[in-house]
């Protein structure tokens, strides 16, 4: 997290607990004269916010493809607005984790209040950041959720791509105000006629409505500000009425425990009111409450239609639910709509390295998911892996990024298996039926997938997607999601040698390797987003592993029917190379019930005995047979077979099909 | 046993990753000075009273001249006492082994050559005590065919091996070992049964039978590696292996280690010193030792190496009569993990009064007589403990590498 500590420097400590030696440096050069009073306490020099009528608030997003610039954009109206000074420093300030940095994409959406004065009026702007990619839709609609409106960035040079339909969408959906704007028009590529043209076609918003900017070099952005303020209408809310205030994220601070970041969409809050949660029904005193500039800056209050957070002694993320609905003690509300618990994608066991950092990773576990509710935690073991979880992700970067942030963040290093989807079966079986108290059950571990004469159909998640590619590589995409079992819903040209595919895809067929297949094929030029399309029946069956004879329980894959010959050819194959030769002959054979489909055989070793052992150096060869004495312990025994225990999630980190 | 290292070589070899220089130059007498100076100091820690044998290993010894040998030798006899049917071995290059210059180091009082492709690391060892049949080893041109030597990087060629080998055994009869490798990238069975036969009409009673291994870092691994030169497949080197042994075995030879075998008694004292974890003193740059510092009063084992890069080393010894680089206490456990590591080579195995003078407390019966890996390990035919000790079985031996691990963990766990 560098740079969220050069961003400190630069605006004022980020303090556990405001204190007045910090205040003046905290207080911002934007700081509008309304708010501009001698402190005499501590109390008055927070910010005023009663200045700011409903009339004058703007709650906006910007949304866009990855690398669009969203977050460029960002940097630049937070310096115009003077909410951060202009220096050359400032690159994606509101992506504060390193791992956002790295990938060059958003994880945690943050947000900012902005100060500006448009013909004589002082308007308060609040940027809502969103995350920046596919998996991370349902972080974008709710961040949607408290805008009136949203910046829609599309890259000159690069046009429409897959997550600019898919944000369009979402925002097209919450029927917010969208303002569309044409980036990185100083690129020496950059073709914004033509990108206007997508824009028109898909989109139906007319060419003139665009705004060409350059949000490096700042070019028309303050244009972008403009419009902001006329085309995005206030909030319709009202001080007077009682308090509605809508969770739209929340963090943990490891002093003040959970952060809530909310939208006022009634009334006002205030340090000391009694709240409640609405999802939870608990009650809460309130600490503190204040705007987040993008520094949390504590205010007296906040007035319906503005954007801050809110400390109430909340201990868990999850007492301050994205979606929730507040209000005050004794005053209830109708709950806002859009609440939905967090539906995971894709489910992956996760286990230490070692047995013995079993708690310091449970510990750093328990401390990440604060940070993101939702990551889903199930304890599992695993005879192979030991004790550990499974977890449940919004989708393949999400597991990726929260194992970077484990390791980054918590110096963790963890074993992740196989990514699988949550299937379902349909029961038929009464016994079953009355076991689980309901006739269809969800699978996230193959361990449990029931037999085939209990089940009247398995079901299989799938998914929309989208992919938006220049016309060359057309042949190639198709023959790949055809490979994939997917079902092409839509075929169209957003210009002349651009067109946008719509297929139906099973989930588990683009969890694992399907973007990284995608992109290698279109030399990096096509891309793809999807969204949840419900469930398909599908034609689902167990297969198993055996090594002589005895199955390998970590390695029983839920599998489509028609992928089971090569999937299991291709297991074999691979852990063929893993396992390491013995002193006797090896079967390795995928199996589904009692047939078995593919075999390898792993020979036993006829001469393993190293040459030359004189009086040179034994020490290092010493080493080495204490090291393979020492990884006895840590073999798993599968029969007489003795696997290392890294072999399974060797074999499964590279996919099961290619 | 004392071990003087000969750090020099004229020319690299392609599959060698020993501690050798290439230098324009050696100063000689320098060199000799620090050998004899490093061999005394060490001698005298030691406190050992008789030598067993010495053995000249290198980069090439024979490069060096007659005179150093003997300086050595007599600085050995000085400091111990180093009885006349002590074994003396010097490893030798064919290219550098003209009879008159063997006839040099015999004069010098080497009573074994070891010629060869595999030159080792050199290692004084001082093996305290029960001389035995002195053996001299050496000689051999293990690989008798020029495109193999070329590809092996060596500067001799079949002619001049067959040569120098015959010099060797004209001197010093009986008492020459010969090495041949296996393995080399390309061989077949048949080349190698061949090459198998060419070695049985040309060796001496000693033959150190070595399976080419590519050493990370040397141009040979690179080539395979690189794809310019194929991998041998692992089964076809474990038949070449057991065609070997047979074959040899059927001449009359005692397979008396993984890698060596002897007729008419030729085992190499020297190297047996090892297997069995007696005292080794290295003498030389890079050179390893086992002894007790009984000069220092101590009564435990030591692990020592000499500083690696010979000009280091001789500024050391100059200036505090040895170059020792790292020391390092065994503990009891250790010295039974070399023990068994080592001793398993053996065709005796580890016998029980050895594994006793190392483990008064724990017999062998009481540590692999009970249910655990080694009886697993006996089952299946591959280890036997009886009255003669633990060894391995004909089968076993050829697997020890992956029994090891096995009766490690079950020592560790004891």
């Not at chain 2, 980069?59 to 049917?85: C, K, N, R």
């Amino acid at each position: 997290m560098a740079l969220a500590g050069r961003a400190a420097l630069r605006w004022g400590a980020r303090l556990p607990s405001p204190g007045p030696a910090a205040a003046p440096l905290c207080r911002p050069a934007w700081l509008p004269a309304a708010c501009e009073r001698p402190y005499s306490s501590r109390d008055e020099e927070k910010v005023d916010m009663s200045t700011y009528p409903v009339e004058s608030i703007r709650n906006f997003s910007i949304i866009a493809h990855v690398d669009h610039g969203k977050s460029t954009l960002a940097d630049r109206l937070l310096e115009i607005t003077g909410t951060i000074s202009k220096t050359n420093l400032n690159k994606q300030v509101l992506d504060k984790l390193q791992v956002e940095r790295e990938r060059g994409i958003t994880v945690k959406a943050q947000s900012a209040s902005l100060f500006y004065s448009h013909e004589g009026i002082n308007y308060l702007l609040n940027l809502i950041d969103t995350p920046g990619h596919v998996d991370f839709s349902y972080e974008v609609s709710r961040s949607l959720s408290a805008c009136q409106g949203v910046i829609l960035v599309v890259d000159a040079n690069e046009g429409i791509q897959a997550q600019t339909v898919a944000n369009f969408y979402l925002a097209f959906e919450a029927q917010l105000s969208i303002i569309p704007v044409i980036n990185k028009i100083d690129l020496k590529n950059a073709d914004p006629e033509r990108v206007e043209k997508q824009i028109e076609k898909l989109f139906d918003i007319p060419t003139h409505e665009c705004i060409r900017i350059s949000a490096k070099q700042g070019t028309n952005v303050e244009k972008v500000l403009q419009k902001v303020i006329e085309k995005i209408p206030p909030p319709q809310c009202n001080t007077a009425d009682p308090l509605k205030a809508l969770v739209f994220d929340s963090t943990f601070d490891h002093y003040r425990g959970v952060v809530a970041n909310i939208a006022l969409f009634g009334g006002e809050i205030a340090k000391g009111q009694k709240i409640v949660s609405a999802h939870t029904k608990k009650r809460y005193e309130v600490n503190e409450v204040g705007i987040l500039t993008p520094n949390e800056q504590p205010t007296h209050k906040l007035y319906a239609g503005q954007v801050g957070y809110l400390i109430a002694g909340m201990k868990e993320v999850t007492e301050a639910q994205i979606g929730d609905t507040l209000f005050l003690y004794k005053q209830p509300v109708e709950p806002l709509p859009g609440f939905k618990s967090v539906k995971p994608m894709v489910f992956a066991g996760m286990y230490p390295i070692d047995q013995t950092e079993y708690n310091n990773l449970k510990s750093a576990l328990e401390r990440l998911t604060l940070n993101d509710s939702s990551v889903t935690v199930h304890r599992d073991s695993s005879l192979a892996l030991g004790a550990g979880w499974r977890l449940g992700f919004l989708g393949l970067l999400h597991m990726e990024v929260f194992n970077q942030r484990l390791e980054q963040e918590y110096n963790m290093s963890v074993i992740l298996t196989a990514p699988t989807v949550p299937y379902k079966a349909v029961l038929s079986s009464a016994k079953l039926i009355k076991e689980y108290g309901k006739d269809q059950i969800t699978i996230i571990n193959p361990a449990q997938f029931p037999d085939k004469l209990s089940v009247s159909e398995y079901l299989e998640p799938t998914v929309l997607g989208t992919i938006v590619t220049p016309q060359e590589y057309i042949g190639k995409i198709i023959t790949l999601c055809q490979d994939r079992r997917a079902v092409q819903k839509d075929m169209l040209y957003i210009d002349e040698n651009r067109v946008m595919l719509k297929y139906l895809f099973p989930l588990n067929e683009i969890v694992v390797d399907f973007y990284d297949a995608l992109k290698s094929l279109s030399s990096g030029y096509a891309s793809f987003d999807y969204e949840d399309a419900g469930y398909q029946s599908a034609d689902l069956i167990k297969m198993d592993i055996l090594l002589n004879g005895n199955p390998v329980e970590e390695l029983a894959t839920i599998i489509h029917n028609d992928k089971a010959y090569a999937a299991g050819k291709l297991l074999c194959e691979r852990l063929k190379e893993t396992i390491p030769r013995q002193l006797f002959e090896i079967a390795i054979q995928a199996a589904i019930g009692k047939k078995i489909i593919a075999r390898e055989t792993l020979k036993a070793y006829r001469k393993n005995v190293v040459a030359k052992c004189y009086g040179g150096d034994i020490t290092r060869r010493m080493k080495l047979l204490k090291r393979q004495a020492e990884g006895k312990k840590l073999m798993r025994k599968i029969g007489n077979v003795e696997v290392p225990r890294d072999a399974f999630i060797r074999v499964l980190k590279r996919g099961t099909d290619k | 046993a004392p071990c003087p290292q000969w750090p020099y070589c004229r020319k690299c070899c392609s599959y060698c990753n020993f501690n050798t220089y290439v230098v324009p130059a050696v100063d000689e007498a320098a060199m000799r000075a620090c050998l004899v100076r490093e061999a005394q100091t060490l001698l005298r820690l030691s406190q050992v009273h008789s030598v067993t044998s010495v053995f000249f290993g290198g980069g090439t010894p024979s490069l060096a001249s007659p005179a150093t040998v003997a300086a050595v030798l007599e600085a050995v006899a000085g400091a111990a006492h180093l009885p006349a049917d002590a074994e003396v071995t010097l490893e030798a290059n064919p290219s550098s082994t003209s009879t008159s210059r063997l006839a040099g180091f015999r004069a010098s009082g080497v009573n074994r050559l070891s010629i060869g492709v595999q030159v080792r690391g050199a290692l004084p060892a001082a093996a305290p005590a029960a001389p035995r049949d002195p053996v001299v080893t050496s000689l051999p041109p293990q690989s008798l065919d020029d495109a193999e030597l070329r590809m092996l990087g060596r500067e001799h060629t079949a002619a001049e091996a067959q040569k120098a080998v015959e010099a060797a055994r004209g001197l010093l009869p009986g008492r020459t070992s010969i090495d041949l490798l296996f393995g080399l990238p390309g061989q077949s069975r048949d080349a190698w049964a061949q090459r198998l036969e060419a070695a049985l009409g040309l060796c001496d009673n000693h033959i150190s039978l070595y399976q080419l291994t590519l050493e990370r870092g040397t141009a040979l691994a690179a080539q395979v590696r690189g794809g310019t030169l194929p991998t041998p497949p692992q089964d076809l080197l474990a038949d070449m292996y057991q065609t070997a042994r047979t074959v040899l075995v059927a001449a009359g030879f005692r397979h008396y280690e993984v890698s060596n075998f002897a007729r008419k008694g030729a085992l190499s004292t020297h190297n047996l010193s090892y297997w069995r974890s007696d005292q080794y003193i290295g003498v030389g740059p890079g050179a390893h030792g086992r002894f007790v510092l009984r000069g220092e009063g101590s009564h435990t084992r030591e692990a020592r190496v000499q500083t690696l890069e010979p000009v280091a080393w001789m500024k050391e010894v100059q200036s505090q009569g040895h170059g020792t680089r790292s020391r390092v206490v065994l503990s009891p456990l250790e010295q039974l993990e070399e023990l068994l590591s080592l001793g398993l080579r053996t065709d005796e195995g580890i016998t029980h009064e050895r594994w006793g003078y190392f483990s008064p407390q724990l017999s062998l019966q009481a540590v692999f007589g009970t249910p655990g890996e080694a009886q697993a390990l006996q089952q299946q035919g591959w280890l036997v403990l009886d009255s003669g000790g633990l060894r391995c079985t004909w089968a076993g031996l050829a697997v020890l590498d992956s029994l090891l691990p096995d009766l490690l963990w079950q020592l560790q766990r004891v």
